[in-house]
């Protein structure tokens, strides 16, 4: 067998993006604001400030990822999936979403997680290795991160159904990314939502690459243009465009709010990093179609616009910036200051009630810490 390293696969440039070239914007990658004709009122409310505390998630967020990605090369954490360059695509979509809203995740969408209102110091424990969850879902409307990959299309299928027999006018929202629409629990979602008519989101981050494998051999045809099959209306949008991405995300909320049921988004972004911290995506990609995307950073071009529009002074930069490092300090010391779990805290919450199974294993376990005591 071979050693030699298979030749870097393209995904796609951002010019050569089928999916992209018809996405719906409103913020160009210059900076200027447009009016796009049948999403841009879903935003009119967003003006000067409010686009600012948006730069400031952003910016936040970003600063958090790189944060973690060191506290893992310093092995504090023992992996982390970094979500530079989705920033537009996370925080766009969170804050459409309602307090009573309800969201299910995979691993990366840590921007969401941080719009939801879960802490930093929270987004650690499970890294670190810990703990099996690092928050209460119900305190911030947002279940802890899936590593299964599309099983939180199911979750979020369920839970609207769920909201609809209560008479509930909240709604779900599942956010994936290009792989796990090949995965069957993201069409059983489908099938579910659209028969049933749930009110739940489907939020696909369509970051072109599924570890290795470049979005072009996941489908010959666009991720949104799947949910058609099913039954459910879908959109594409620029993904890095966070104005484009929080209109969207509020007409099919509100789509869903109105008894019309399911959405499919498919917001068309980049993963400018590696999979996980774990992964070297030089091995994978040519490094022109980094570059190409990377001319296409969420943060510069909301940093362009607000430059031109005189709002984002080099006093606002800084008060965002140190934000930003307060942030990441306060997740860095509760990292390294988090205590190491008591081993017998492993049987804990396995069952609601007591299981002899559970004793028995518990009664075991300790016998086998207490030989390592004996051999010293």
Same mark, same amino acid.
């Given at each position: 067998?071979?050693?030699?390293?298979?030749?870097?696969?393209?995904?796609?440039?951002?010019?050569?993006?089928?999916?992209?070239?018809?996405?719906?914007?409103?913020?160009?990658?210059?900076?200027?604001?447009?009016?796009?004709?049948?999403?841009?009122?879903?935003?009119?409310?967003?003006?000067?400030?409010?686009?600012?505390?948006?730069?400031?998630?952003?910016?936040?967020?970003?600063?958090?990822?790189?944060?973690?990605?060191?506290?893992?090369?310093?092995?504090?954490?023992?992996?982390?999936?970094?979500?530079?360059? +989705?920033?537009?695509? +996370?925080?766009?979509?969170?804050?459409?979403?309602?307090?009573?809203?309800?969201?299910?995740?995979?691993?990366?969408?840590?921007?969401?997680?941080?719009?939801?209102?879960?802490?930093?110091?929270?987004?650690?424990?499970?890294?670190?290795?810990?703990?099996?969850?690092?928050?209460?879902?119900?305190?911030?409307?947002?279940?802890?991160? +899936?590593?299964?990959?599309?099983?939180?299309?199911?979750?979020?299928?369920?839970?609207?159904?769920?909201?609809?027999?209560?008479?509930?006018?909240?709604?779900? *929202?599942?956010?994936?990314?290009?792989?796990?629409?090949?995965?069957?629990?993201?069409?059983?979602?489908?099938?579910?939502?659209?028969?049933?008519?749930?009110?739940?989101?489907?939020?696909?981050?369509?970051?072109?690459?599924?570890?290795?494998?470049?979005?072009?051999?996941?489908?010959?045809?666009?991720?949104?243009?799947?949910?058609?099959?099913?039954?459910?209306?879908?959109?594409?949008?620029?993904?890095?465009?966070?104005?484009?991405?929080?209109?969207?995300?509020?007409?099919?909320?509100?789509?869903?709010?109105?008894?019309?049921?399911?959405?499919?988004?498919?917001?068309?972004?980049?993963?400018?990093?590696?999979?996980?911290?774990?992964?070297?995506?030089?091995?994978?990609?040519?490094?022109?179609?980094?570059?190409?995307?990377?001319?296409?950073?969420?943060?510069?071009?909301?940093?362009?616009?607000?430059?031109?529009?005189?709002?984002?002074?080099?006093?606002?930069?800084?008060?965002?910036?140190?934000?930003?490092? +307060?942030?990441?300090?306060?997740?860095?010391?509760?990292? *390294?200051?988090?205590?190491?779990?008591?081993?017998?805290?492993?049987?804990?919450?396995?069952?609601?009630?007591?299981?002899?199974?559970?004793?028995?294993?518990?009664?075991?376990?300790?016998?086998?810490?207490?030989?390592?005591?004996?051999?010293?």
């Amino acid at each position: 067998m071979s050693n030699t390293v298979a030749a870097p696969r393209a995904s796609g440039t951002p010019d050569s993006d089928p999916a992209l070239r018809g996405a719906v914007r409103i913020l160009t990658p210059s900076g200027e604001r447009t009016d796009e004709p049948e999403y841009g009122c879903q935003v009119a409310d967003v003006d000067d400030e409010a686009l600012l505390a948006l730069h400031d998630d952003m910016v936040v967020v970003r600063r958090i990822d790189t944060e973690a990605t060191n506290l893992q090369r310093q092995g504090e954490l023992a992996l982390w999936p970094p979500l530079l360059g +989705q920033e537009a695509a +996370q925080i766009g979509s969170a804050r459409a979403l309602r307090s009573d809203d309800f969201a299910f995740t995979s691993y990366r969408e840590n921007g969401v997680a941080y719009c939801r209102g879960v802490t930093p110091a929270q987004l650690m424990p499970v890294w670190r290795g810990v703990t099996a969850s690092g928050w209460d879902p119900y305190s911030v409307g947002m279940a802890t991160p +899936q590593v299964i990959i599309a099983a939180q299309t199911l979750h979020a299928t369920g839970y609207a159904l769920g909201l609809q027999y209560d008479g509930s006018d909240a709604a779900a *929202i599942a956010y994936f990314g290009d792989g796990a629409t090949s995965e069957g629990d993201a069409s059983e979602a489908l099938v579910f939502a659209a028969t049933y008519k749930a009110p739940v989101v489907f939020f696909c981050q369509n970051n072109h690459w599924a570890i290795s494998e470049p979005v072009t051999l996941q489908s010959g045809s666009s991720l949104a243009g799947r949910a058609a099959g099913f039954g459910v209306p879908s959109v594409a949008v620029d993904g890095n465009d966070v104005l484009a991405v929080m209109a969207v995300t509020r007409a099919a909320l509100a789509r869903a709010r109105a008894g019309g049921g399911p959405s499919f988004i498919e917001a068309v972004t980049y993963r400018m990093g590696p999979h996980t911290t774990a992964d070297d995506p030089t091995r994978y990609r040519e490094p022109a179609e980094l570059e190409a995307w990377r001319r296409m950073d969420p943060i510069d071009r909301v940093e362009k616009h607000l430059v031109s529009r005189g709002v984002l002074t080099d006093e606002r930069r800084a008060e965002t910036q140190a934000h930003a490092d +307060q942030v990441a300090k306060a997740m860095r010391d509760a990292c *390294i200051g988090m205590p190491d779990p008591d081993p017998m805290s492993l049987f804990e919450h396995v069952y609601a009630e007591p299981h002899s199974d559970i004793d028995r294993q518990r009664t075991r376990f300790a016998a086998y810490l207490d030989s390592f005591e004996d051999a010293r």
